[in-house]
């Protein structure tokens, strides 16, 4: 493998091409992809273009190459960034952030979990029990995240839904001693309703097709995906997701991350009763609205362990407040509906921000004593959902491009307009690059 990685194909880093235009730097990028070099360096900047379908070069062989090499010695990777990352934070002792940038479907999501087992990897590996109990959780985590925060869309079939920030702590030897995520627009419209040939988050599919007879029975479900209103459009998709092997990888990497039983079991009646909110019509008797089938409202008071009159009550009517007065103010049949599916959303995003706090509680830095063992530093790895453009654009989607043009913006300042101010400084000659 090593032998092959030597051989180079166009210009492995953009800044040494000979003239830079658009048609030149699509060419020698489309070379280099062809033949099989997905990463190309721009100066300390690694332009990937995603294959997909899975490279042998993130294996133990590929991380020893990388491990302690300054950055262009060795052909351009993640890895490569990864390192230089790690070695700047604890030759500094500063903190320093990785920033993961691109349209929907490029492949950040896989970058960051190549990134997080590269530092796994090389932070004194088997030396210390913690160490590599903190290394083991940060890594479980991202399958638990990725099952209720992604979903397949038209461009990915593991798309993140939400935007993720994670700090990786480490001691003054440079060993991971903890972690907390950030997260951030949790898409939770895609609760309710998803584009054509989309499908909802992961864990509705995981749990009805991974999850046991008896799991399925407790929760009053069935397997059919088609069965449900919420998640039936994009029930019969095929792609290359294996929802039912899923289901057992996210179940033990919960268990080992430190989840009790009866907070999965917690976790899967929150989804059944989503499901069960999804399949519930509203009727009109004159001009009053009722509950098409009294059988559904019984079984999500049982999951939410409350009384089905309290269920009733909250799909049936809205609290209003009048001066000192507080009133309940009947909903009409589309009040109800709407009011039916918000709640279902809210429901799946405090379930989502429980699960990230859950794991935040497990991986959060203890008993490190800063007077002892000097400051903790860390490494940022920012990974957030991509460009996206359809057909029908909706408050998401503008939420969404929004934060990747303050995220490219911030890009341009660091590299264009403090690199060029610097020079200025310095009294170096160059031709001024201009930016919008």
Same mark, same amino acid.
């Given at each position: 493998?090593?032998?092959?990685?030597?051989?180079?194909?166009?210009?492995?880093?953009?800044?040494?091409?000979?003239?830079?235009?658009?048609?030149?730097?699509?060419?020698?990028?489309?070379?280099?992809?062809?033949?099989?070099?997905?990463?190309?360096?721009?100066?300390? #900047?690694?332009?990937?273009?995603?294959?997909?379908?899975?490279?042998?070069?993130?294996?133990?062989?590929?991380?020893?190459?990388?491990?302690?090499?300054?950055?262009?010695?060795?052909?351009?990777?993640?890895?490569?960034?990864? +390192?230089?990352?790690?070695?700047?934070?604890?030759?500094?002792?500063?903190?320093?952030?990785?920033?993961?940038?691109?349209?929907?479907?490029?492949? @950040?999501?896989?970058?960051?979990?190549?990134?997080?087992?590269?530092?796994?990897?090389?932070?004194?590996?088997?030396?210390?029990?913690?160490?590599?109990?903190?290394?083991?959780?940060?890594? @479980?985590?991202?399958?638990?995240?990725?099952?209720?925060?992604?979903?397949?869309?038209?461009?990915? %079939?593991?798309?993140?839904?939400?935007?993720? !920030?994670?700090?990786?702590? =480490?001691?003054?030897?440079? +060993?991971?001693?903890?972690?907390?995520?950030?997260?951030?627009?949790?898409?939770?419209?895609?609760?309710?309703?998803?584009?054509?040939?989309?499908?909802?988050?992961?864990?509705?599919?995981?749990?009805?097709?991974?999850?046991?007879?008896?799991? *399925?029975?407790? *929760?009053?479900?069935?397997?059919?995906?088609?069965?449900?209103?919420?998640?039936? #459009?994009?029930?019969?998709?095929?792609?290359?997701?294996?929802?039912?092997?899923?289901?057992?990888?996210?179940?033990?990497?919960?268990?080992?991350?430190?989840?009790?039983?009866?907070?999965?079991?917690?976790?899967?009646?929150?989804?059944?009763?989503?499901?069960?909110?999804?399949?519930?019509? =509203?009727?009109? +008797?004159?001009?009053?609205?009722?509950?098409?089938?009294?059988?559904?409202? &019984?079984?999500?008071?049982?999951?939410? &362990?409350?009384?089905?009159?309290?269920?009733?009550?909250?799909?049936?009517?809205?609290?209003?407040?009048?001066?000192? %007065?507080?009133?309940?103010?009947?909903?009409?049949?589309?009040?109800?509906?709407?009011?039916?599916?918000?709640?279902?959303?809210?429901?799946?995003?405090?379930?989502?921000?429980?699960?990230?706090?859950?794991?935040?509680?497990?991986?959060?830095?203890?008993? !490190?004593?800063?007077?002892?063992?000097?400051?903790?530093?860390?490494?940022?790895?920012?990974?957030?959902?991509?460009?996206?453009?359809?057909?029908?654009?909706?408050?998401?989607?503008?939420?969404?491009?929004?934060?990747?043009?303050?995220?490219?913006?911030?890009?341009?300042?660091?590299?264009?307009?403090?690199?060029?101010?610097?020079?200025?400084?310095?009294?170096?000659?160059?031709?001024?690059?201009?930016?919008?």
């Amino acid at each position: 493998m090593a032998e092959q990685e030597s051989l180079e194909f166009g210009k492995a880093d953009f800044v040494l091409m000979d003239t830079v235009s658009m048609p030149e730097f699509m060419a020698n990028l489309k070379l280099r992809f062809e033949k099989g070099r997905i990463y190309t360096f721009i100066g300390e #900047v690694v332009v990937s273009v995603n294959p997909y379908k899975l490279l042998n070069i993130y294996g133990r062989d590929t991380i020893e190459q990388y491990k302690g090499r300054e950055l262009y010695e060795r052909p351009p990777h993640l890895f490569a960034i990864a +390192d230089a990352a790690y070695k700047a934070m604890k030759r500094r002792s500063k903190d320093t952030c990785i920033v993961i940038s691109g349209e929907s479907g490029a492949g @950040k999501t896989e970058a960051s979990k190549y990134i997080m087992q590269y530092i796994a990897a090389i932070t004194n590996p088997g030396q210390r029990a913690e160490v590599e109990r903190v290394k083991n959780m940060l890594l @479980k985590s991202n399958c638990v995240l990725e099952a209720f925060g992604n979903a397949k869309t038209n461009r990915n %079939d593991n798309s993140s839904r939400f935007g993720k !920030y994670m700090d990786i702590n =480490f001691d003054f030897k440079g +060993d991971p001693i903890g972690g907390h995520i950030n997260n951030y627009l949790l898409e939770k419209s895609r609760v309710i309703v998803q584009q054509p040939g989309e499908r909802s988050f992961h864990s509705f599919y995981q749990l009805l097709q991974g999850g046991s007879e008896q799991i *399925l029975r407790s *929760l009053h479900l069935q397997k059919s995906l088609s069965s449900y209103n919420y998640i039936h #459009v994009g029930a019969q998709l095929k792609s290359s997701i294996n929802d039912a092997a899923d289901f057992k990888v996210v179940a033990d990497a919960m268990k080992v991350i430190g989840f009790k039983p009866e907070e999965i079991q917690t976790v899967y009646k929150i989804l059944a009763t989503i499901l069960h909110l999804g399949n519930l019509k =509203f009727v009109v +008797d004159g001009d009053t609205p009722l509950i098409e089938n009294d059988k559904v409202v &019984s079984i999500i008071a049982e999951l939410l &362990s409350t009384k089905t009159d309290m269920v009733e009550k909250a799909l049936l009517y809205r609290t209003v407040a009048t001066g000192r %007065d507080i009133i309940d103010k009947q909903h009409t049949e589309q009040e109800a509906s709407y009011g039916r599916d918000a709640f279902a959303k809210a429901i799946y995003e405090r379930l989502f921000c429980w699960i990230v706090t859950r794991i935040n509680d497990i991986i959060e830095v203890k008993n !490190y004593d800063t007077t002892i063992h000097g400051k903790n530093t860390v490494i940022g790895v920012l990974d957030i959902y991509g460009f996206e453009i359809f057909d029908n654009n909706s408050f998401e989607q503008f939420c969404i491009n929004y934060c990747n043009e303050k995220l490219q913006q911030l890009f341009i300042q660091l590299v264009l307009k403090q690199e060029q101010e610097e020079y200025q400084r310095e009294g170096i000659p160059w031709k001024h690059v201009g930016f919008l």
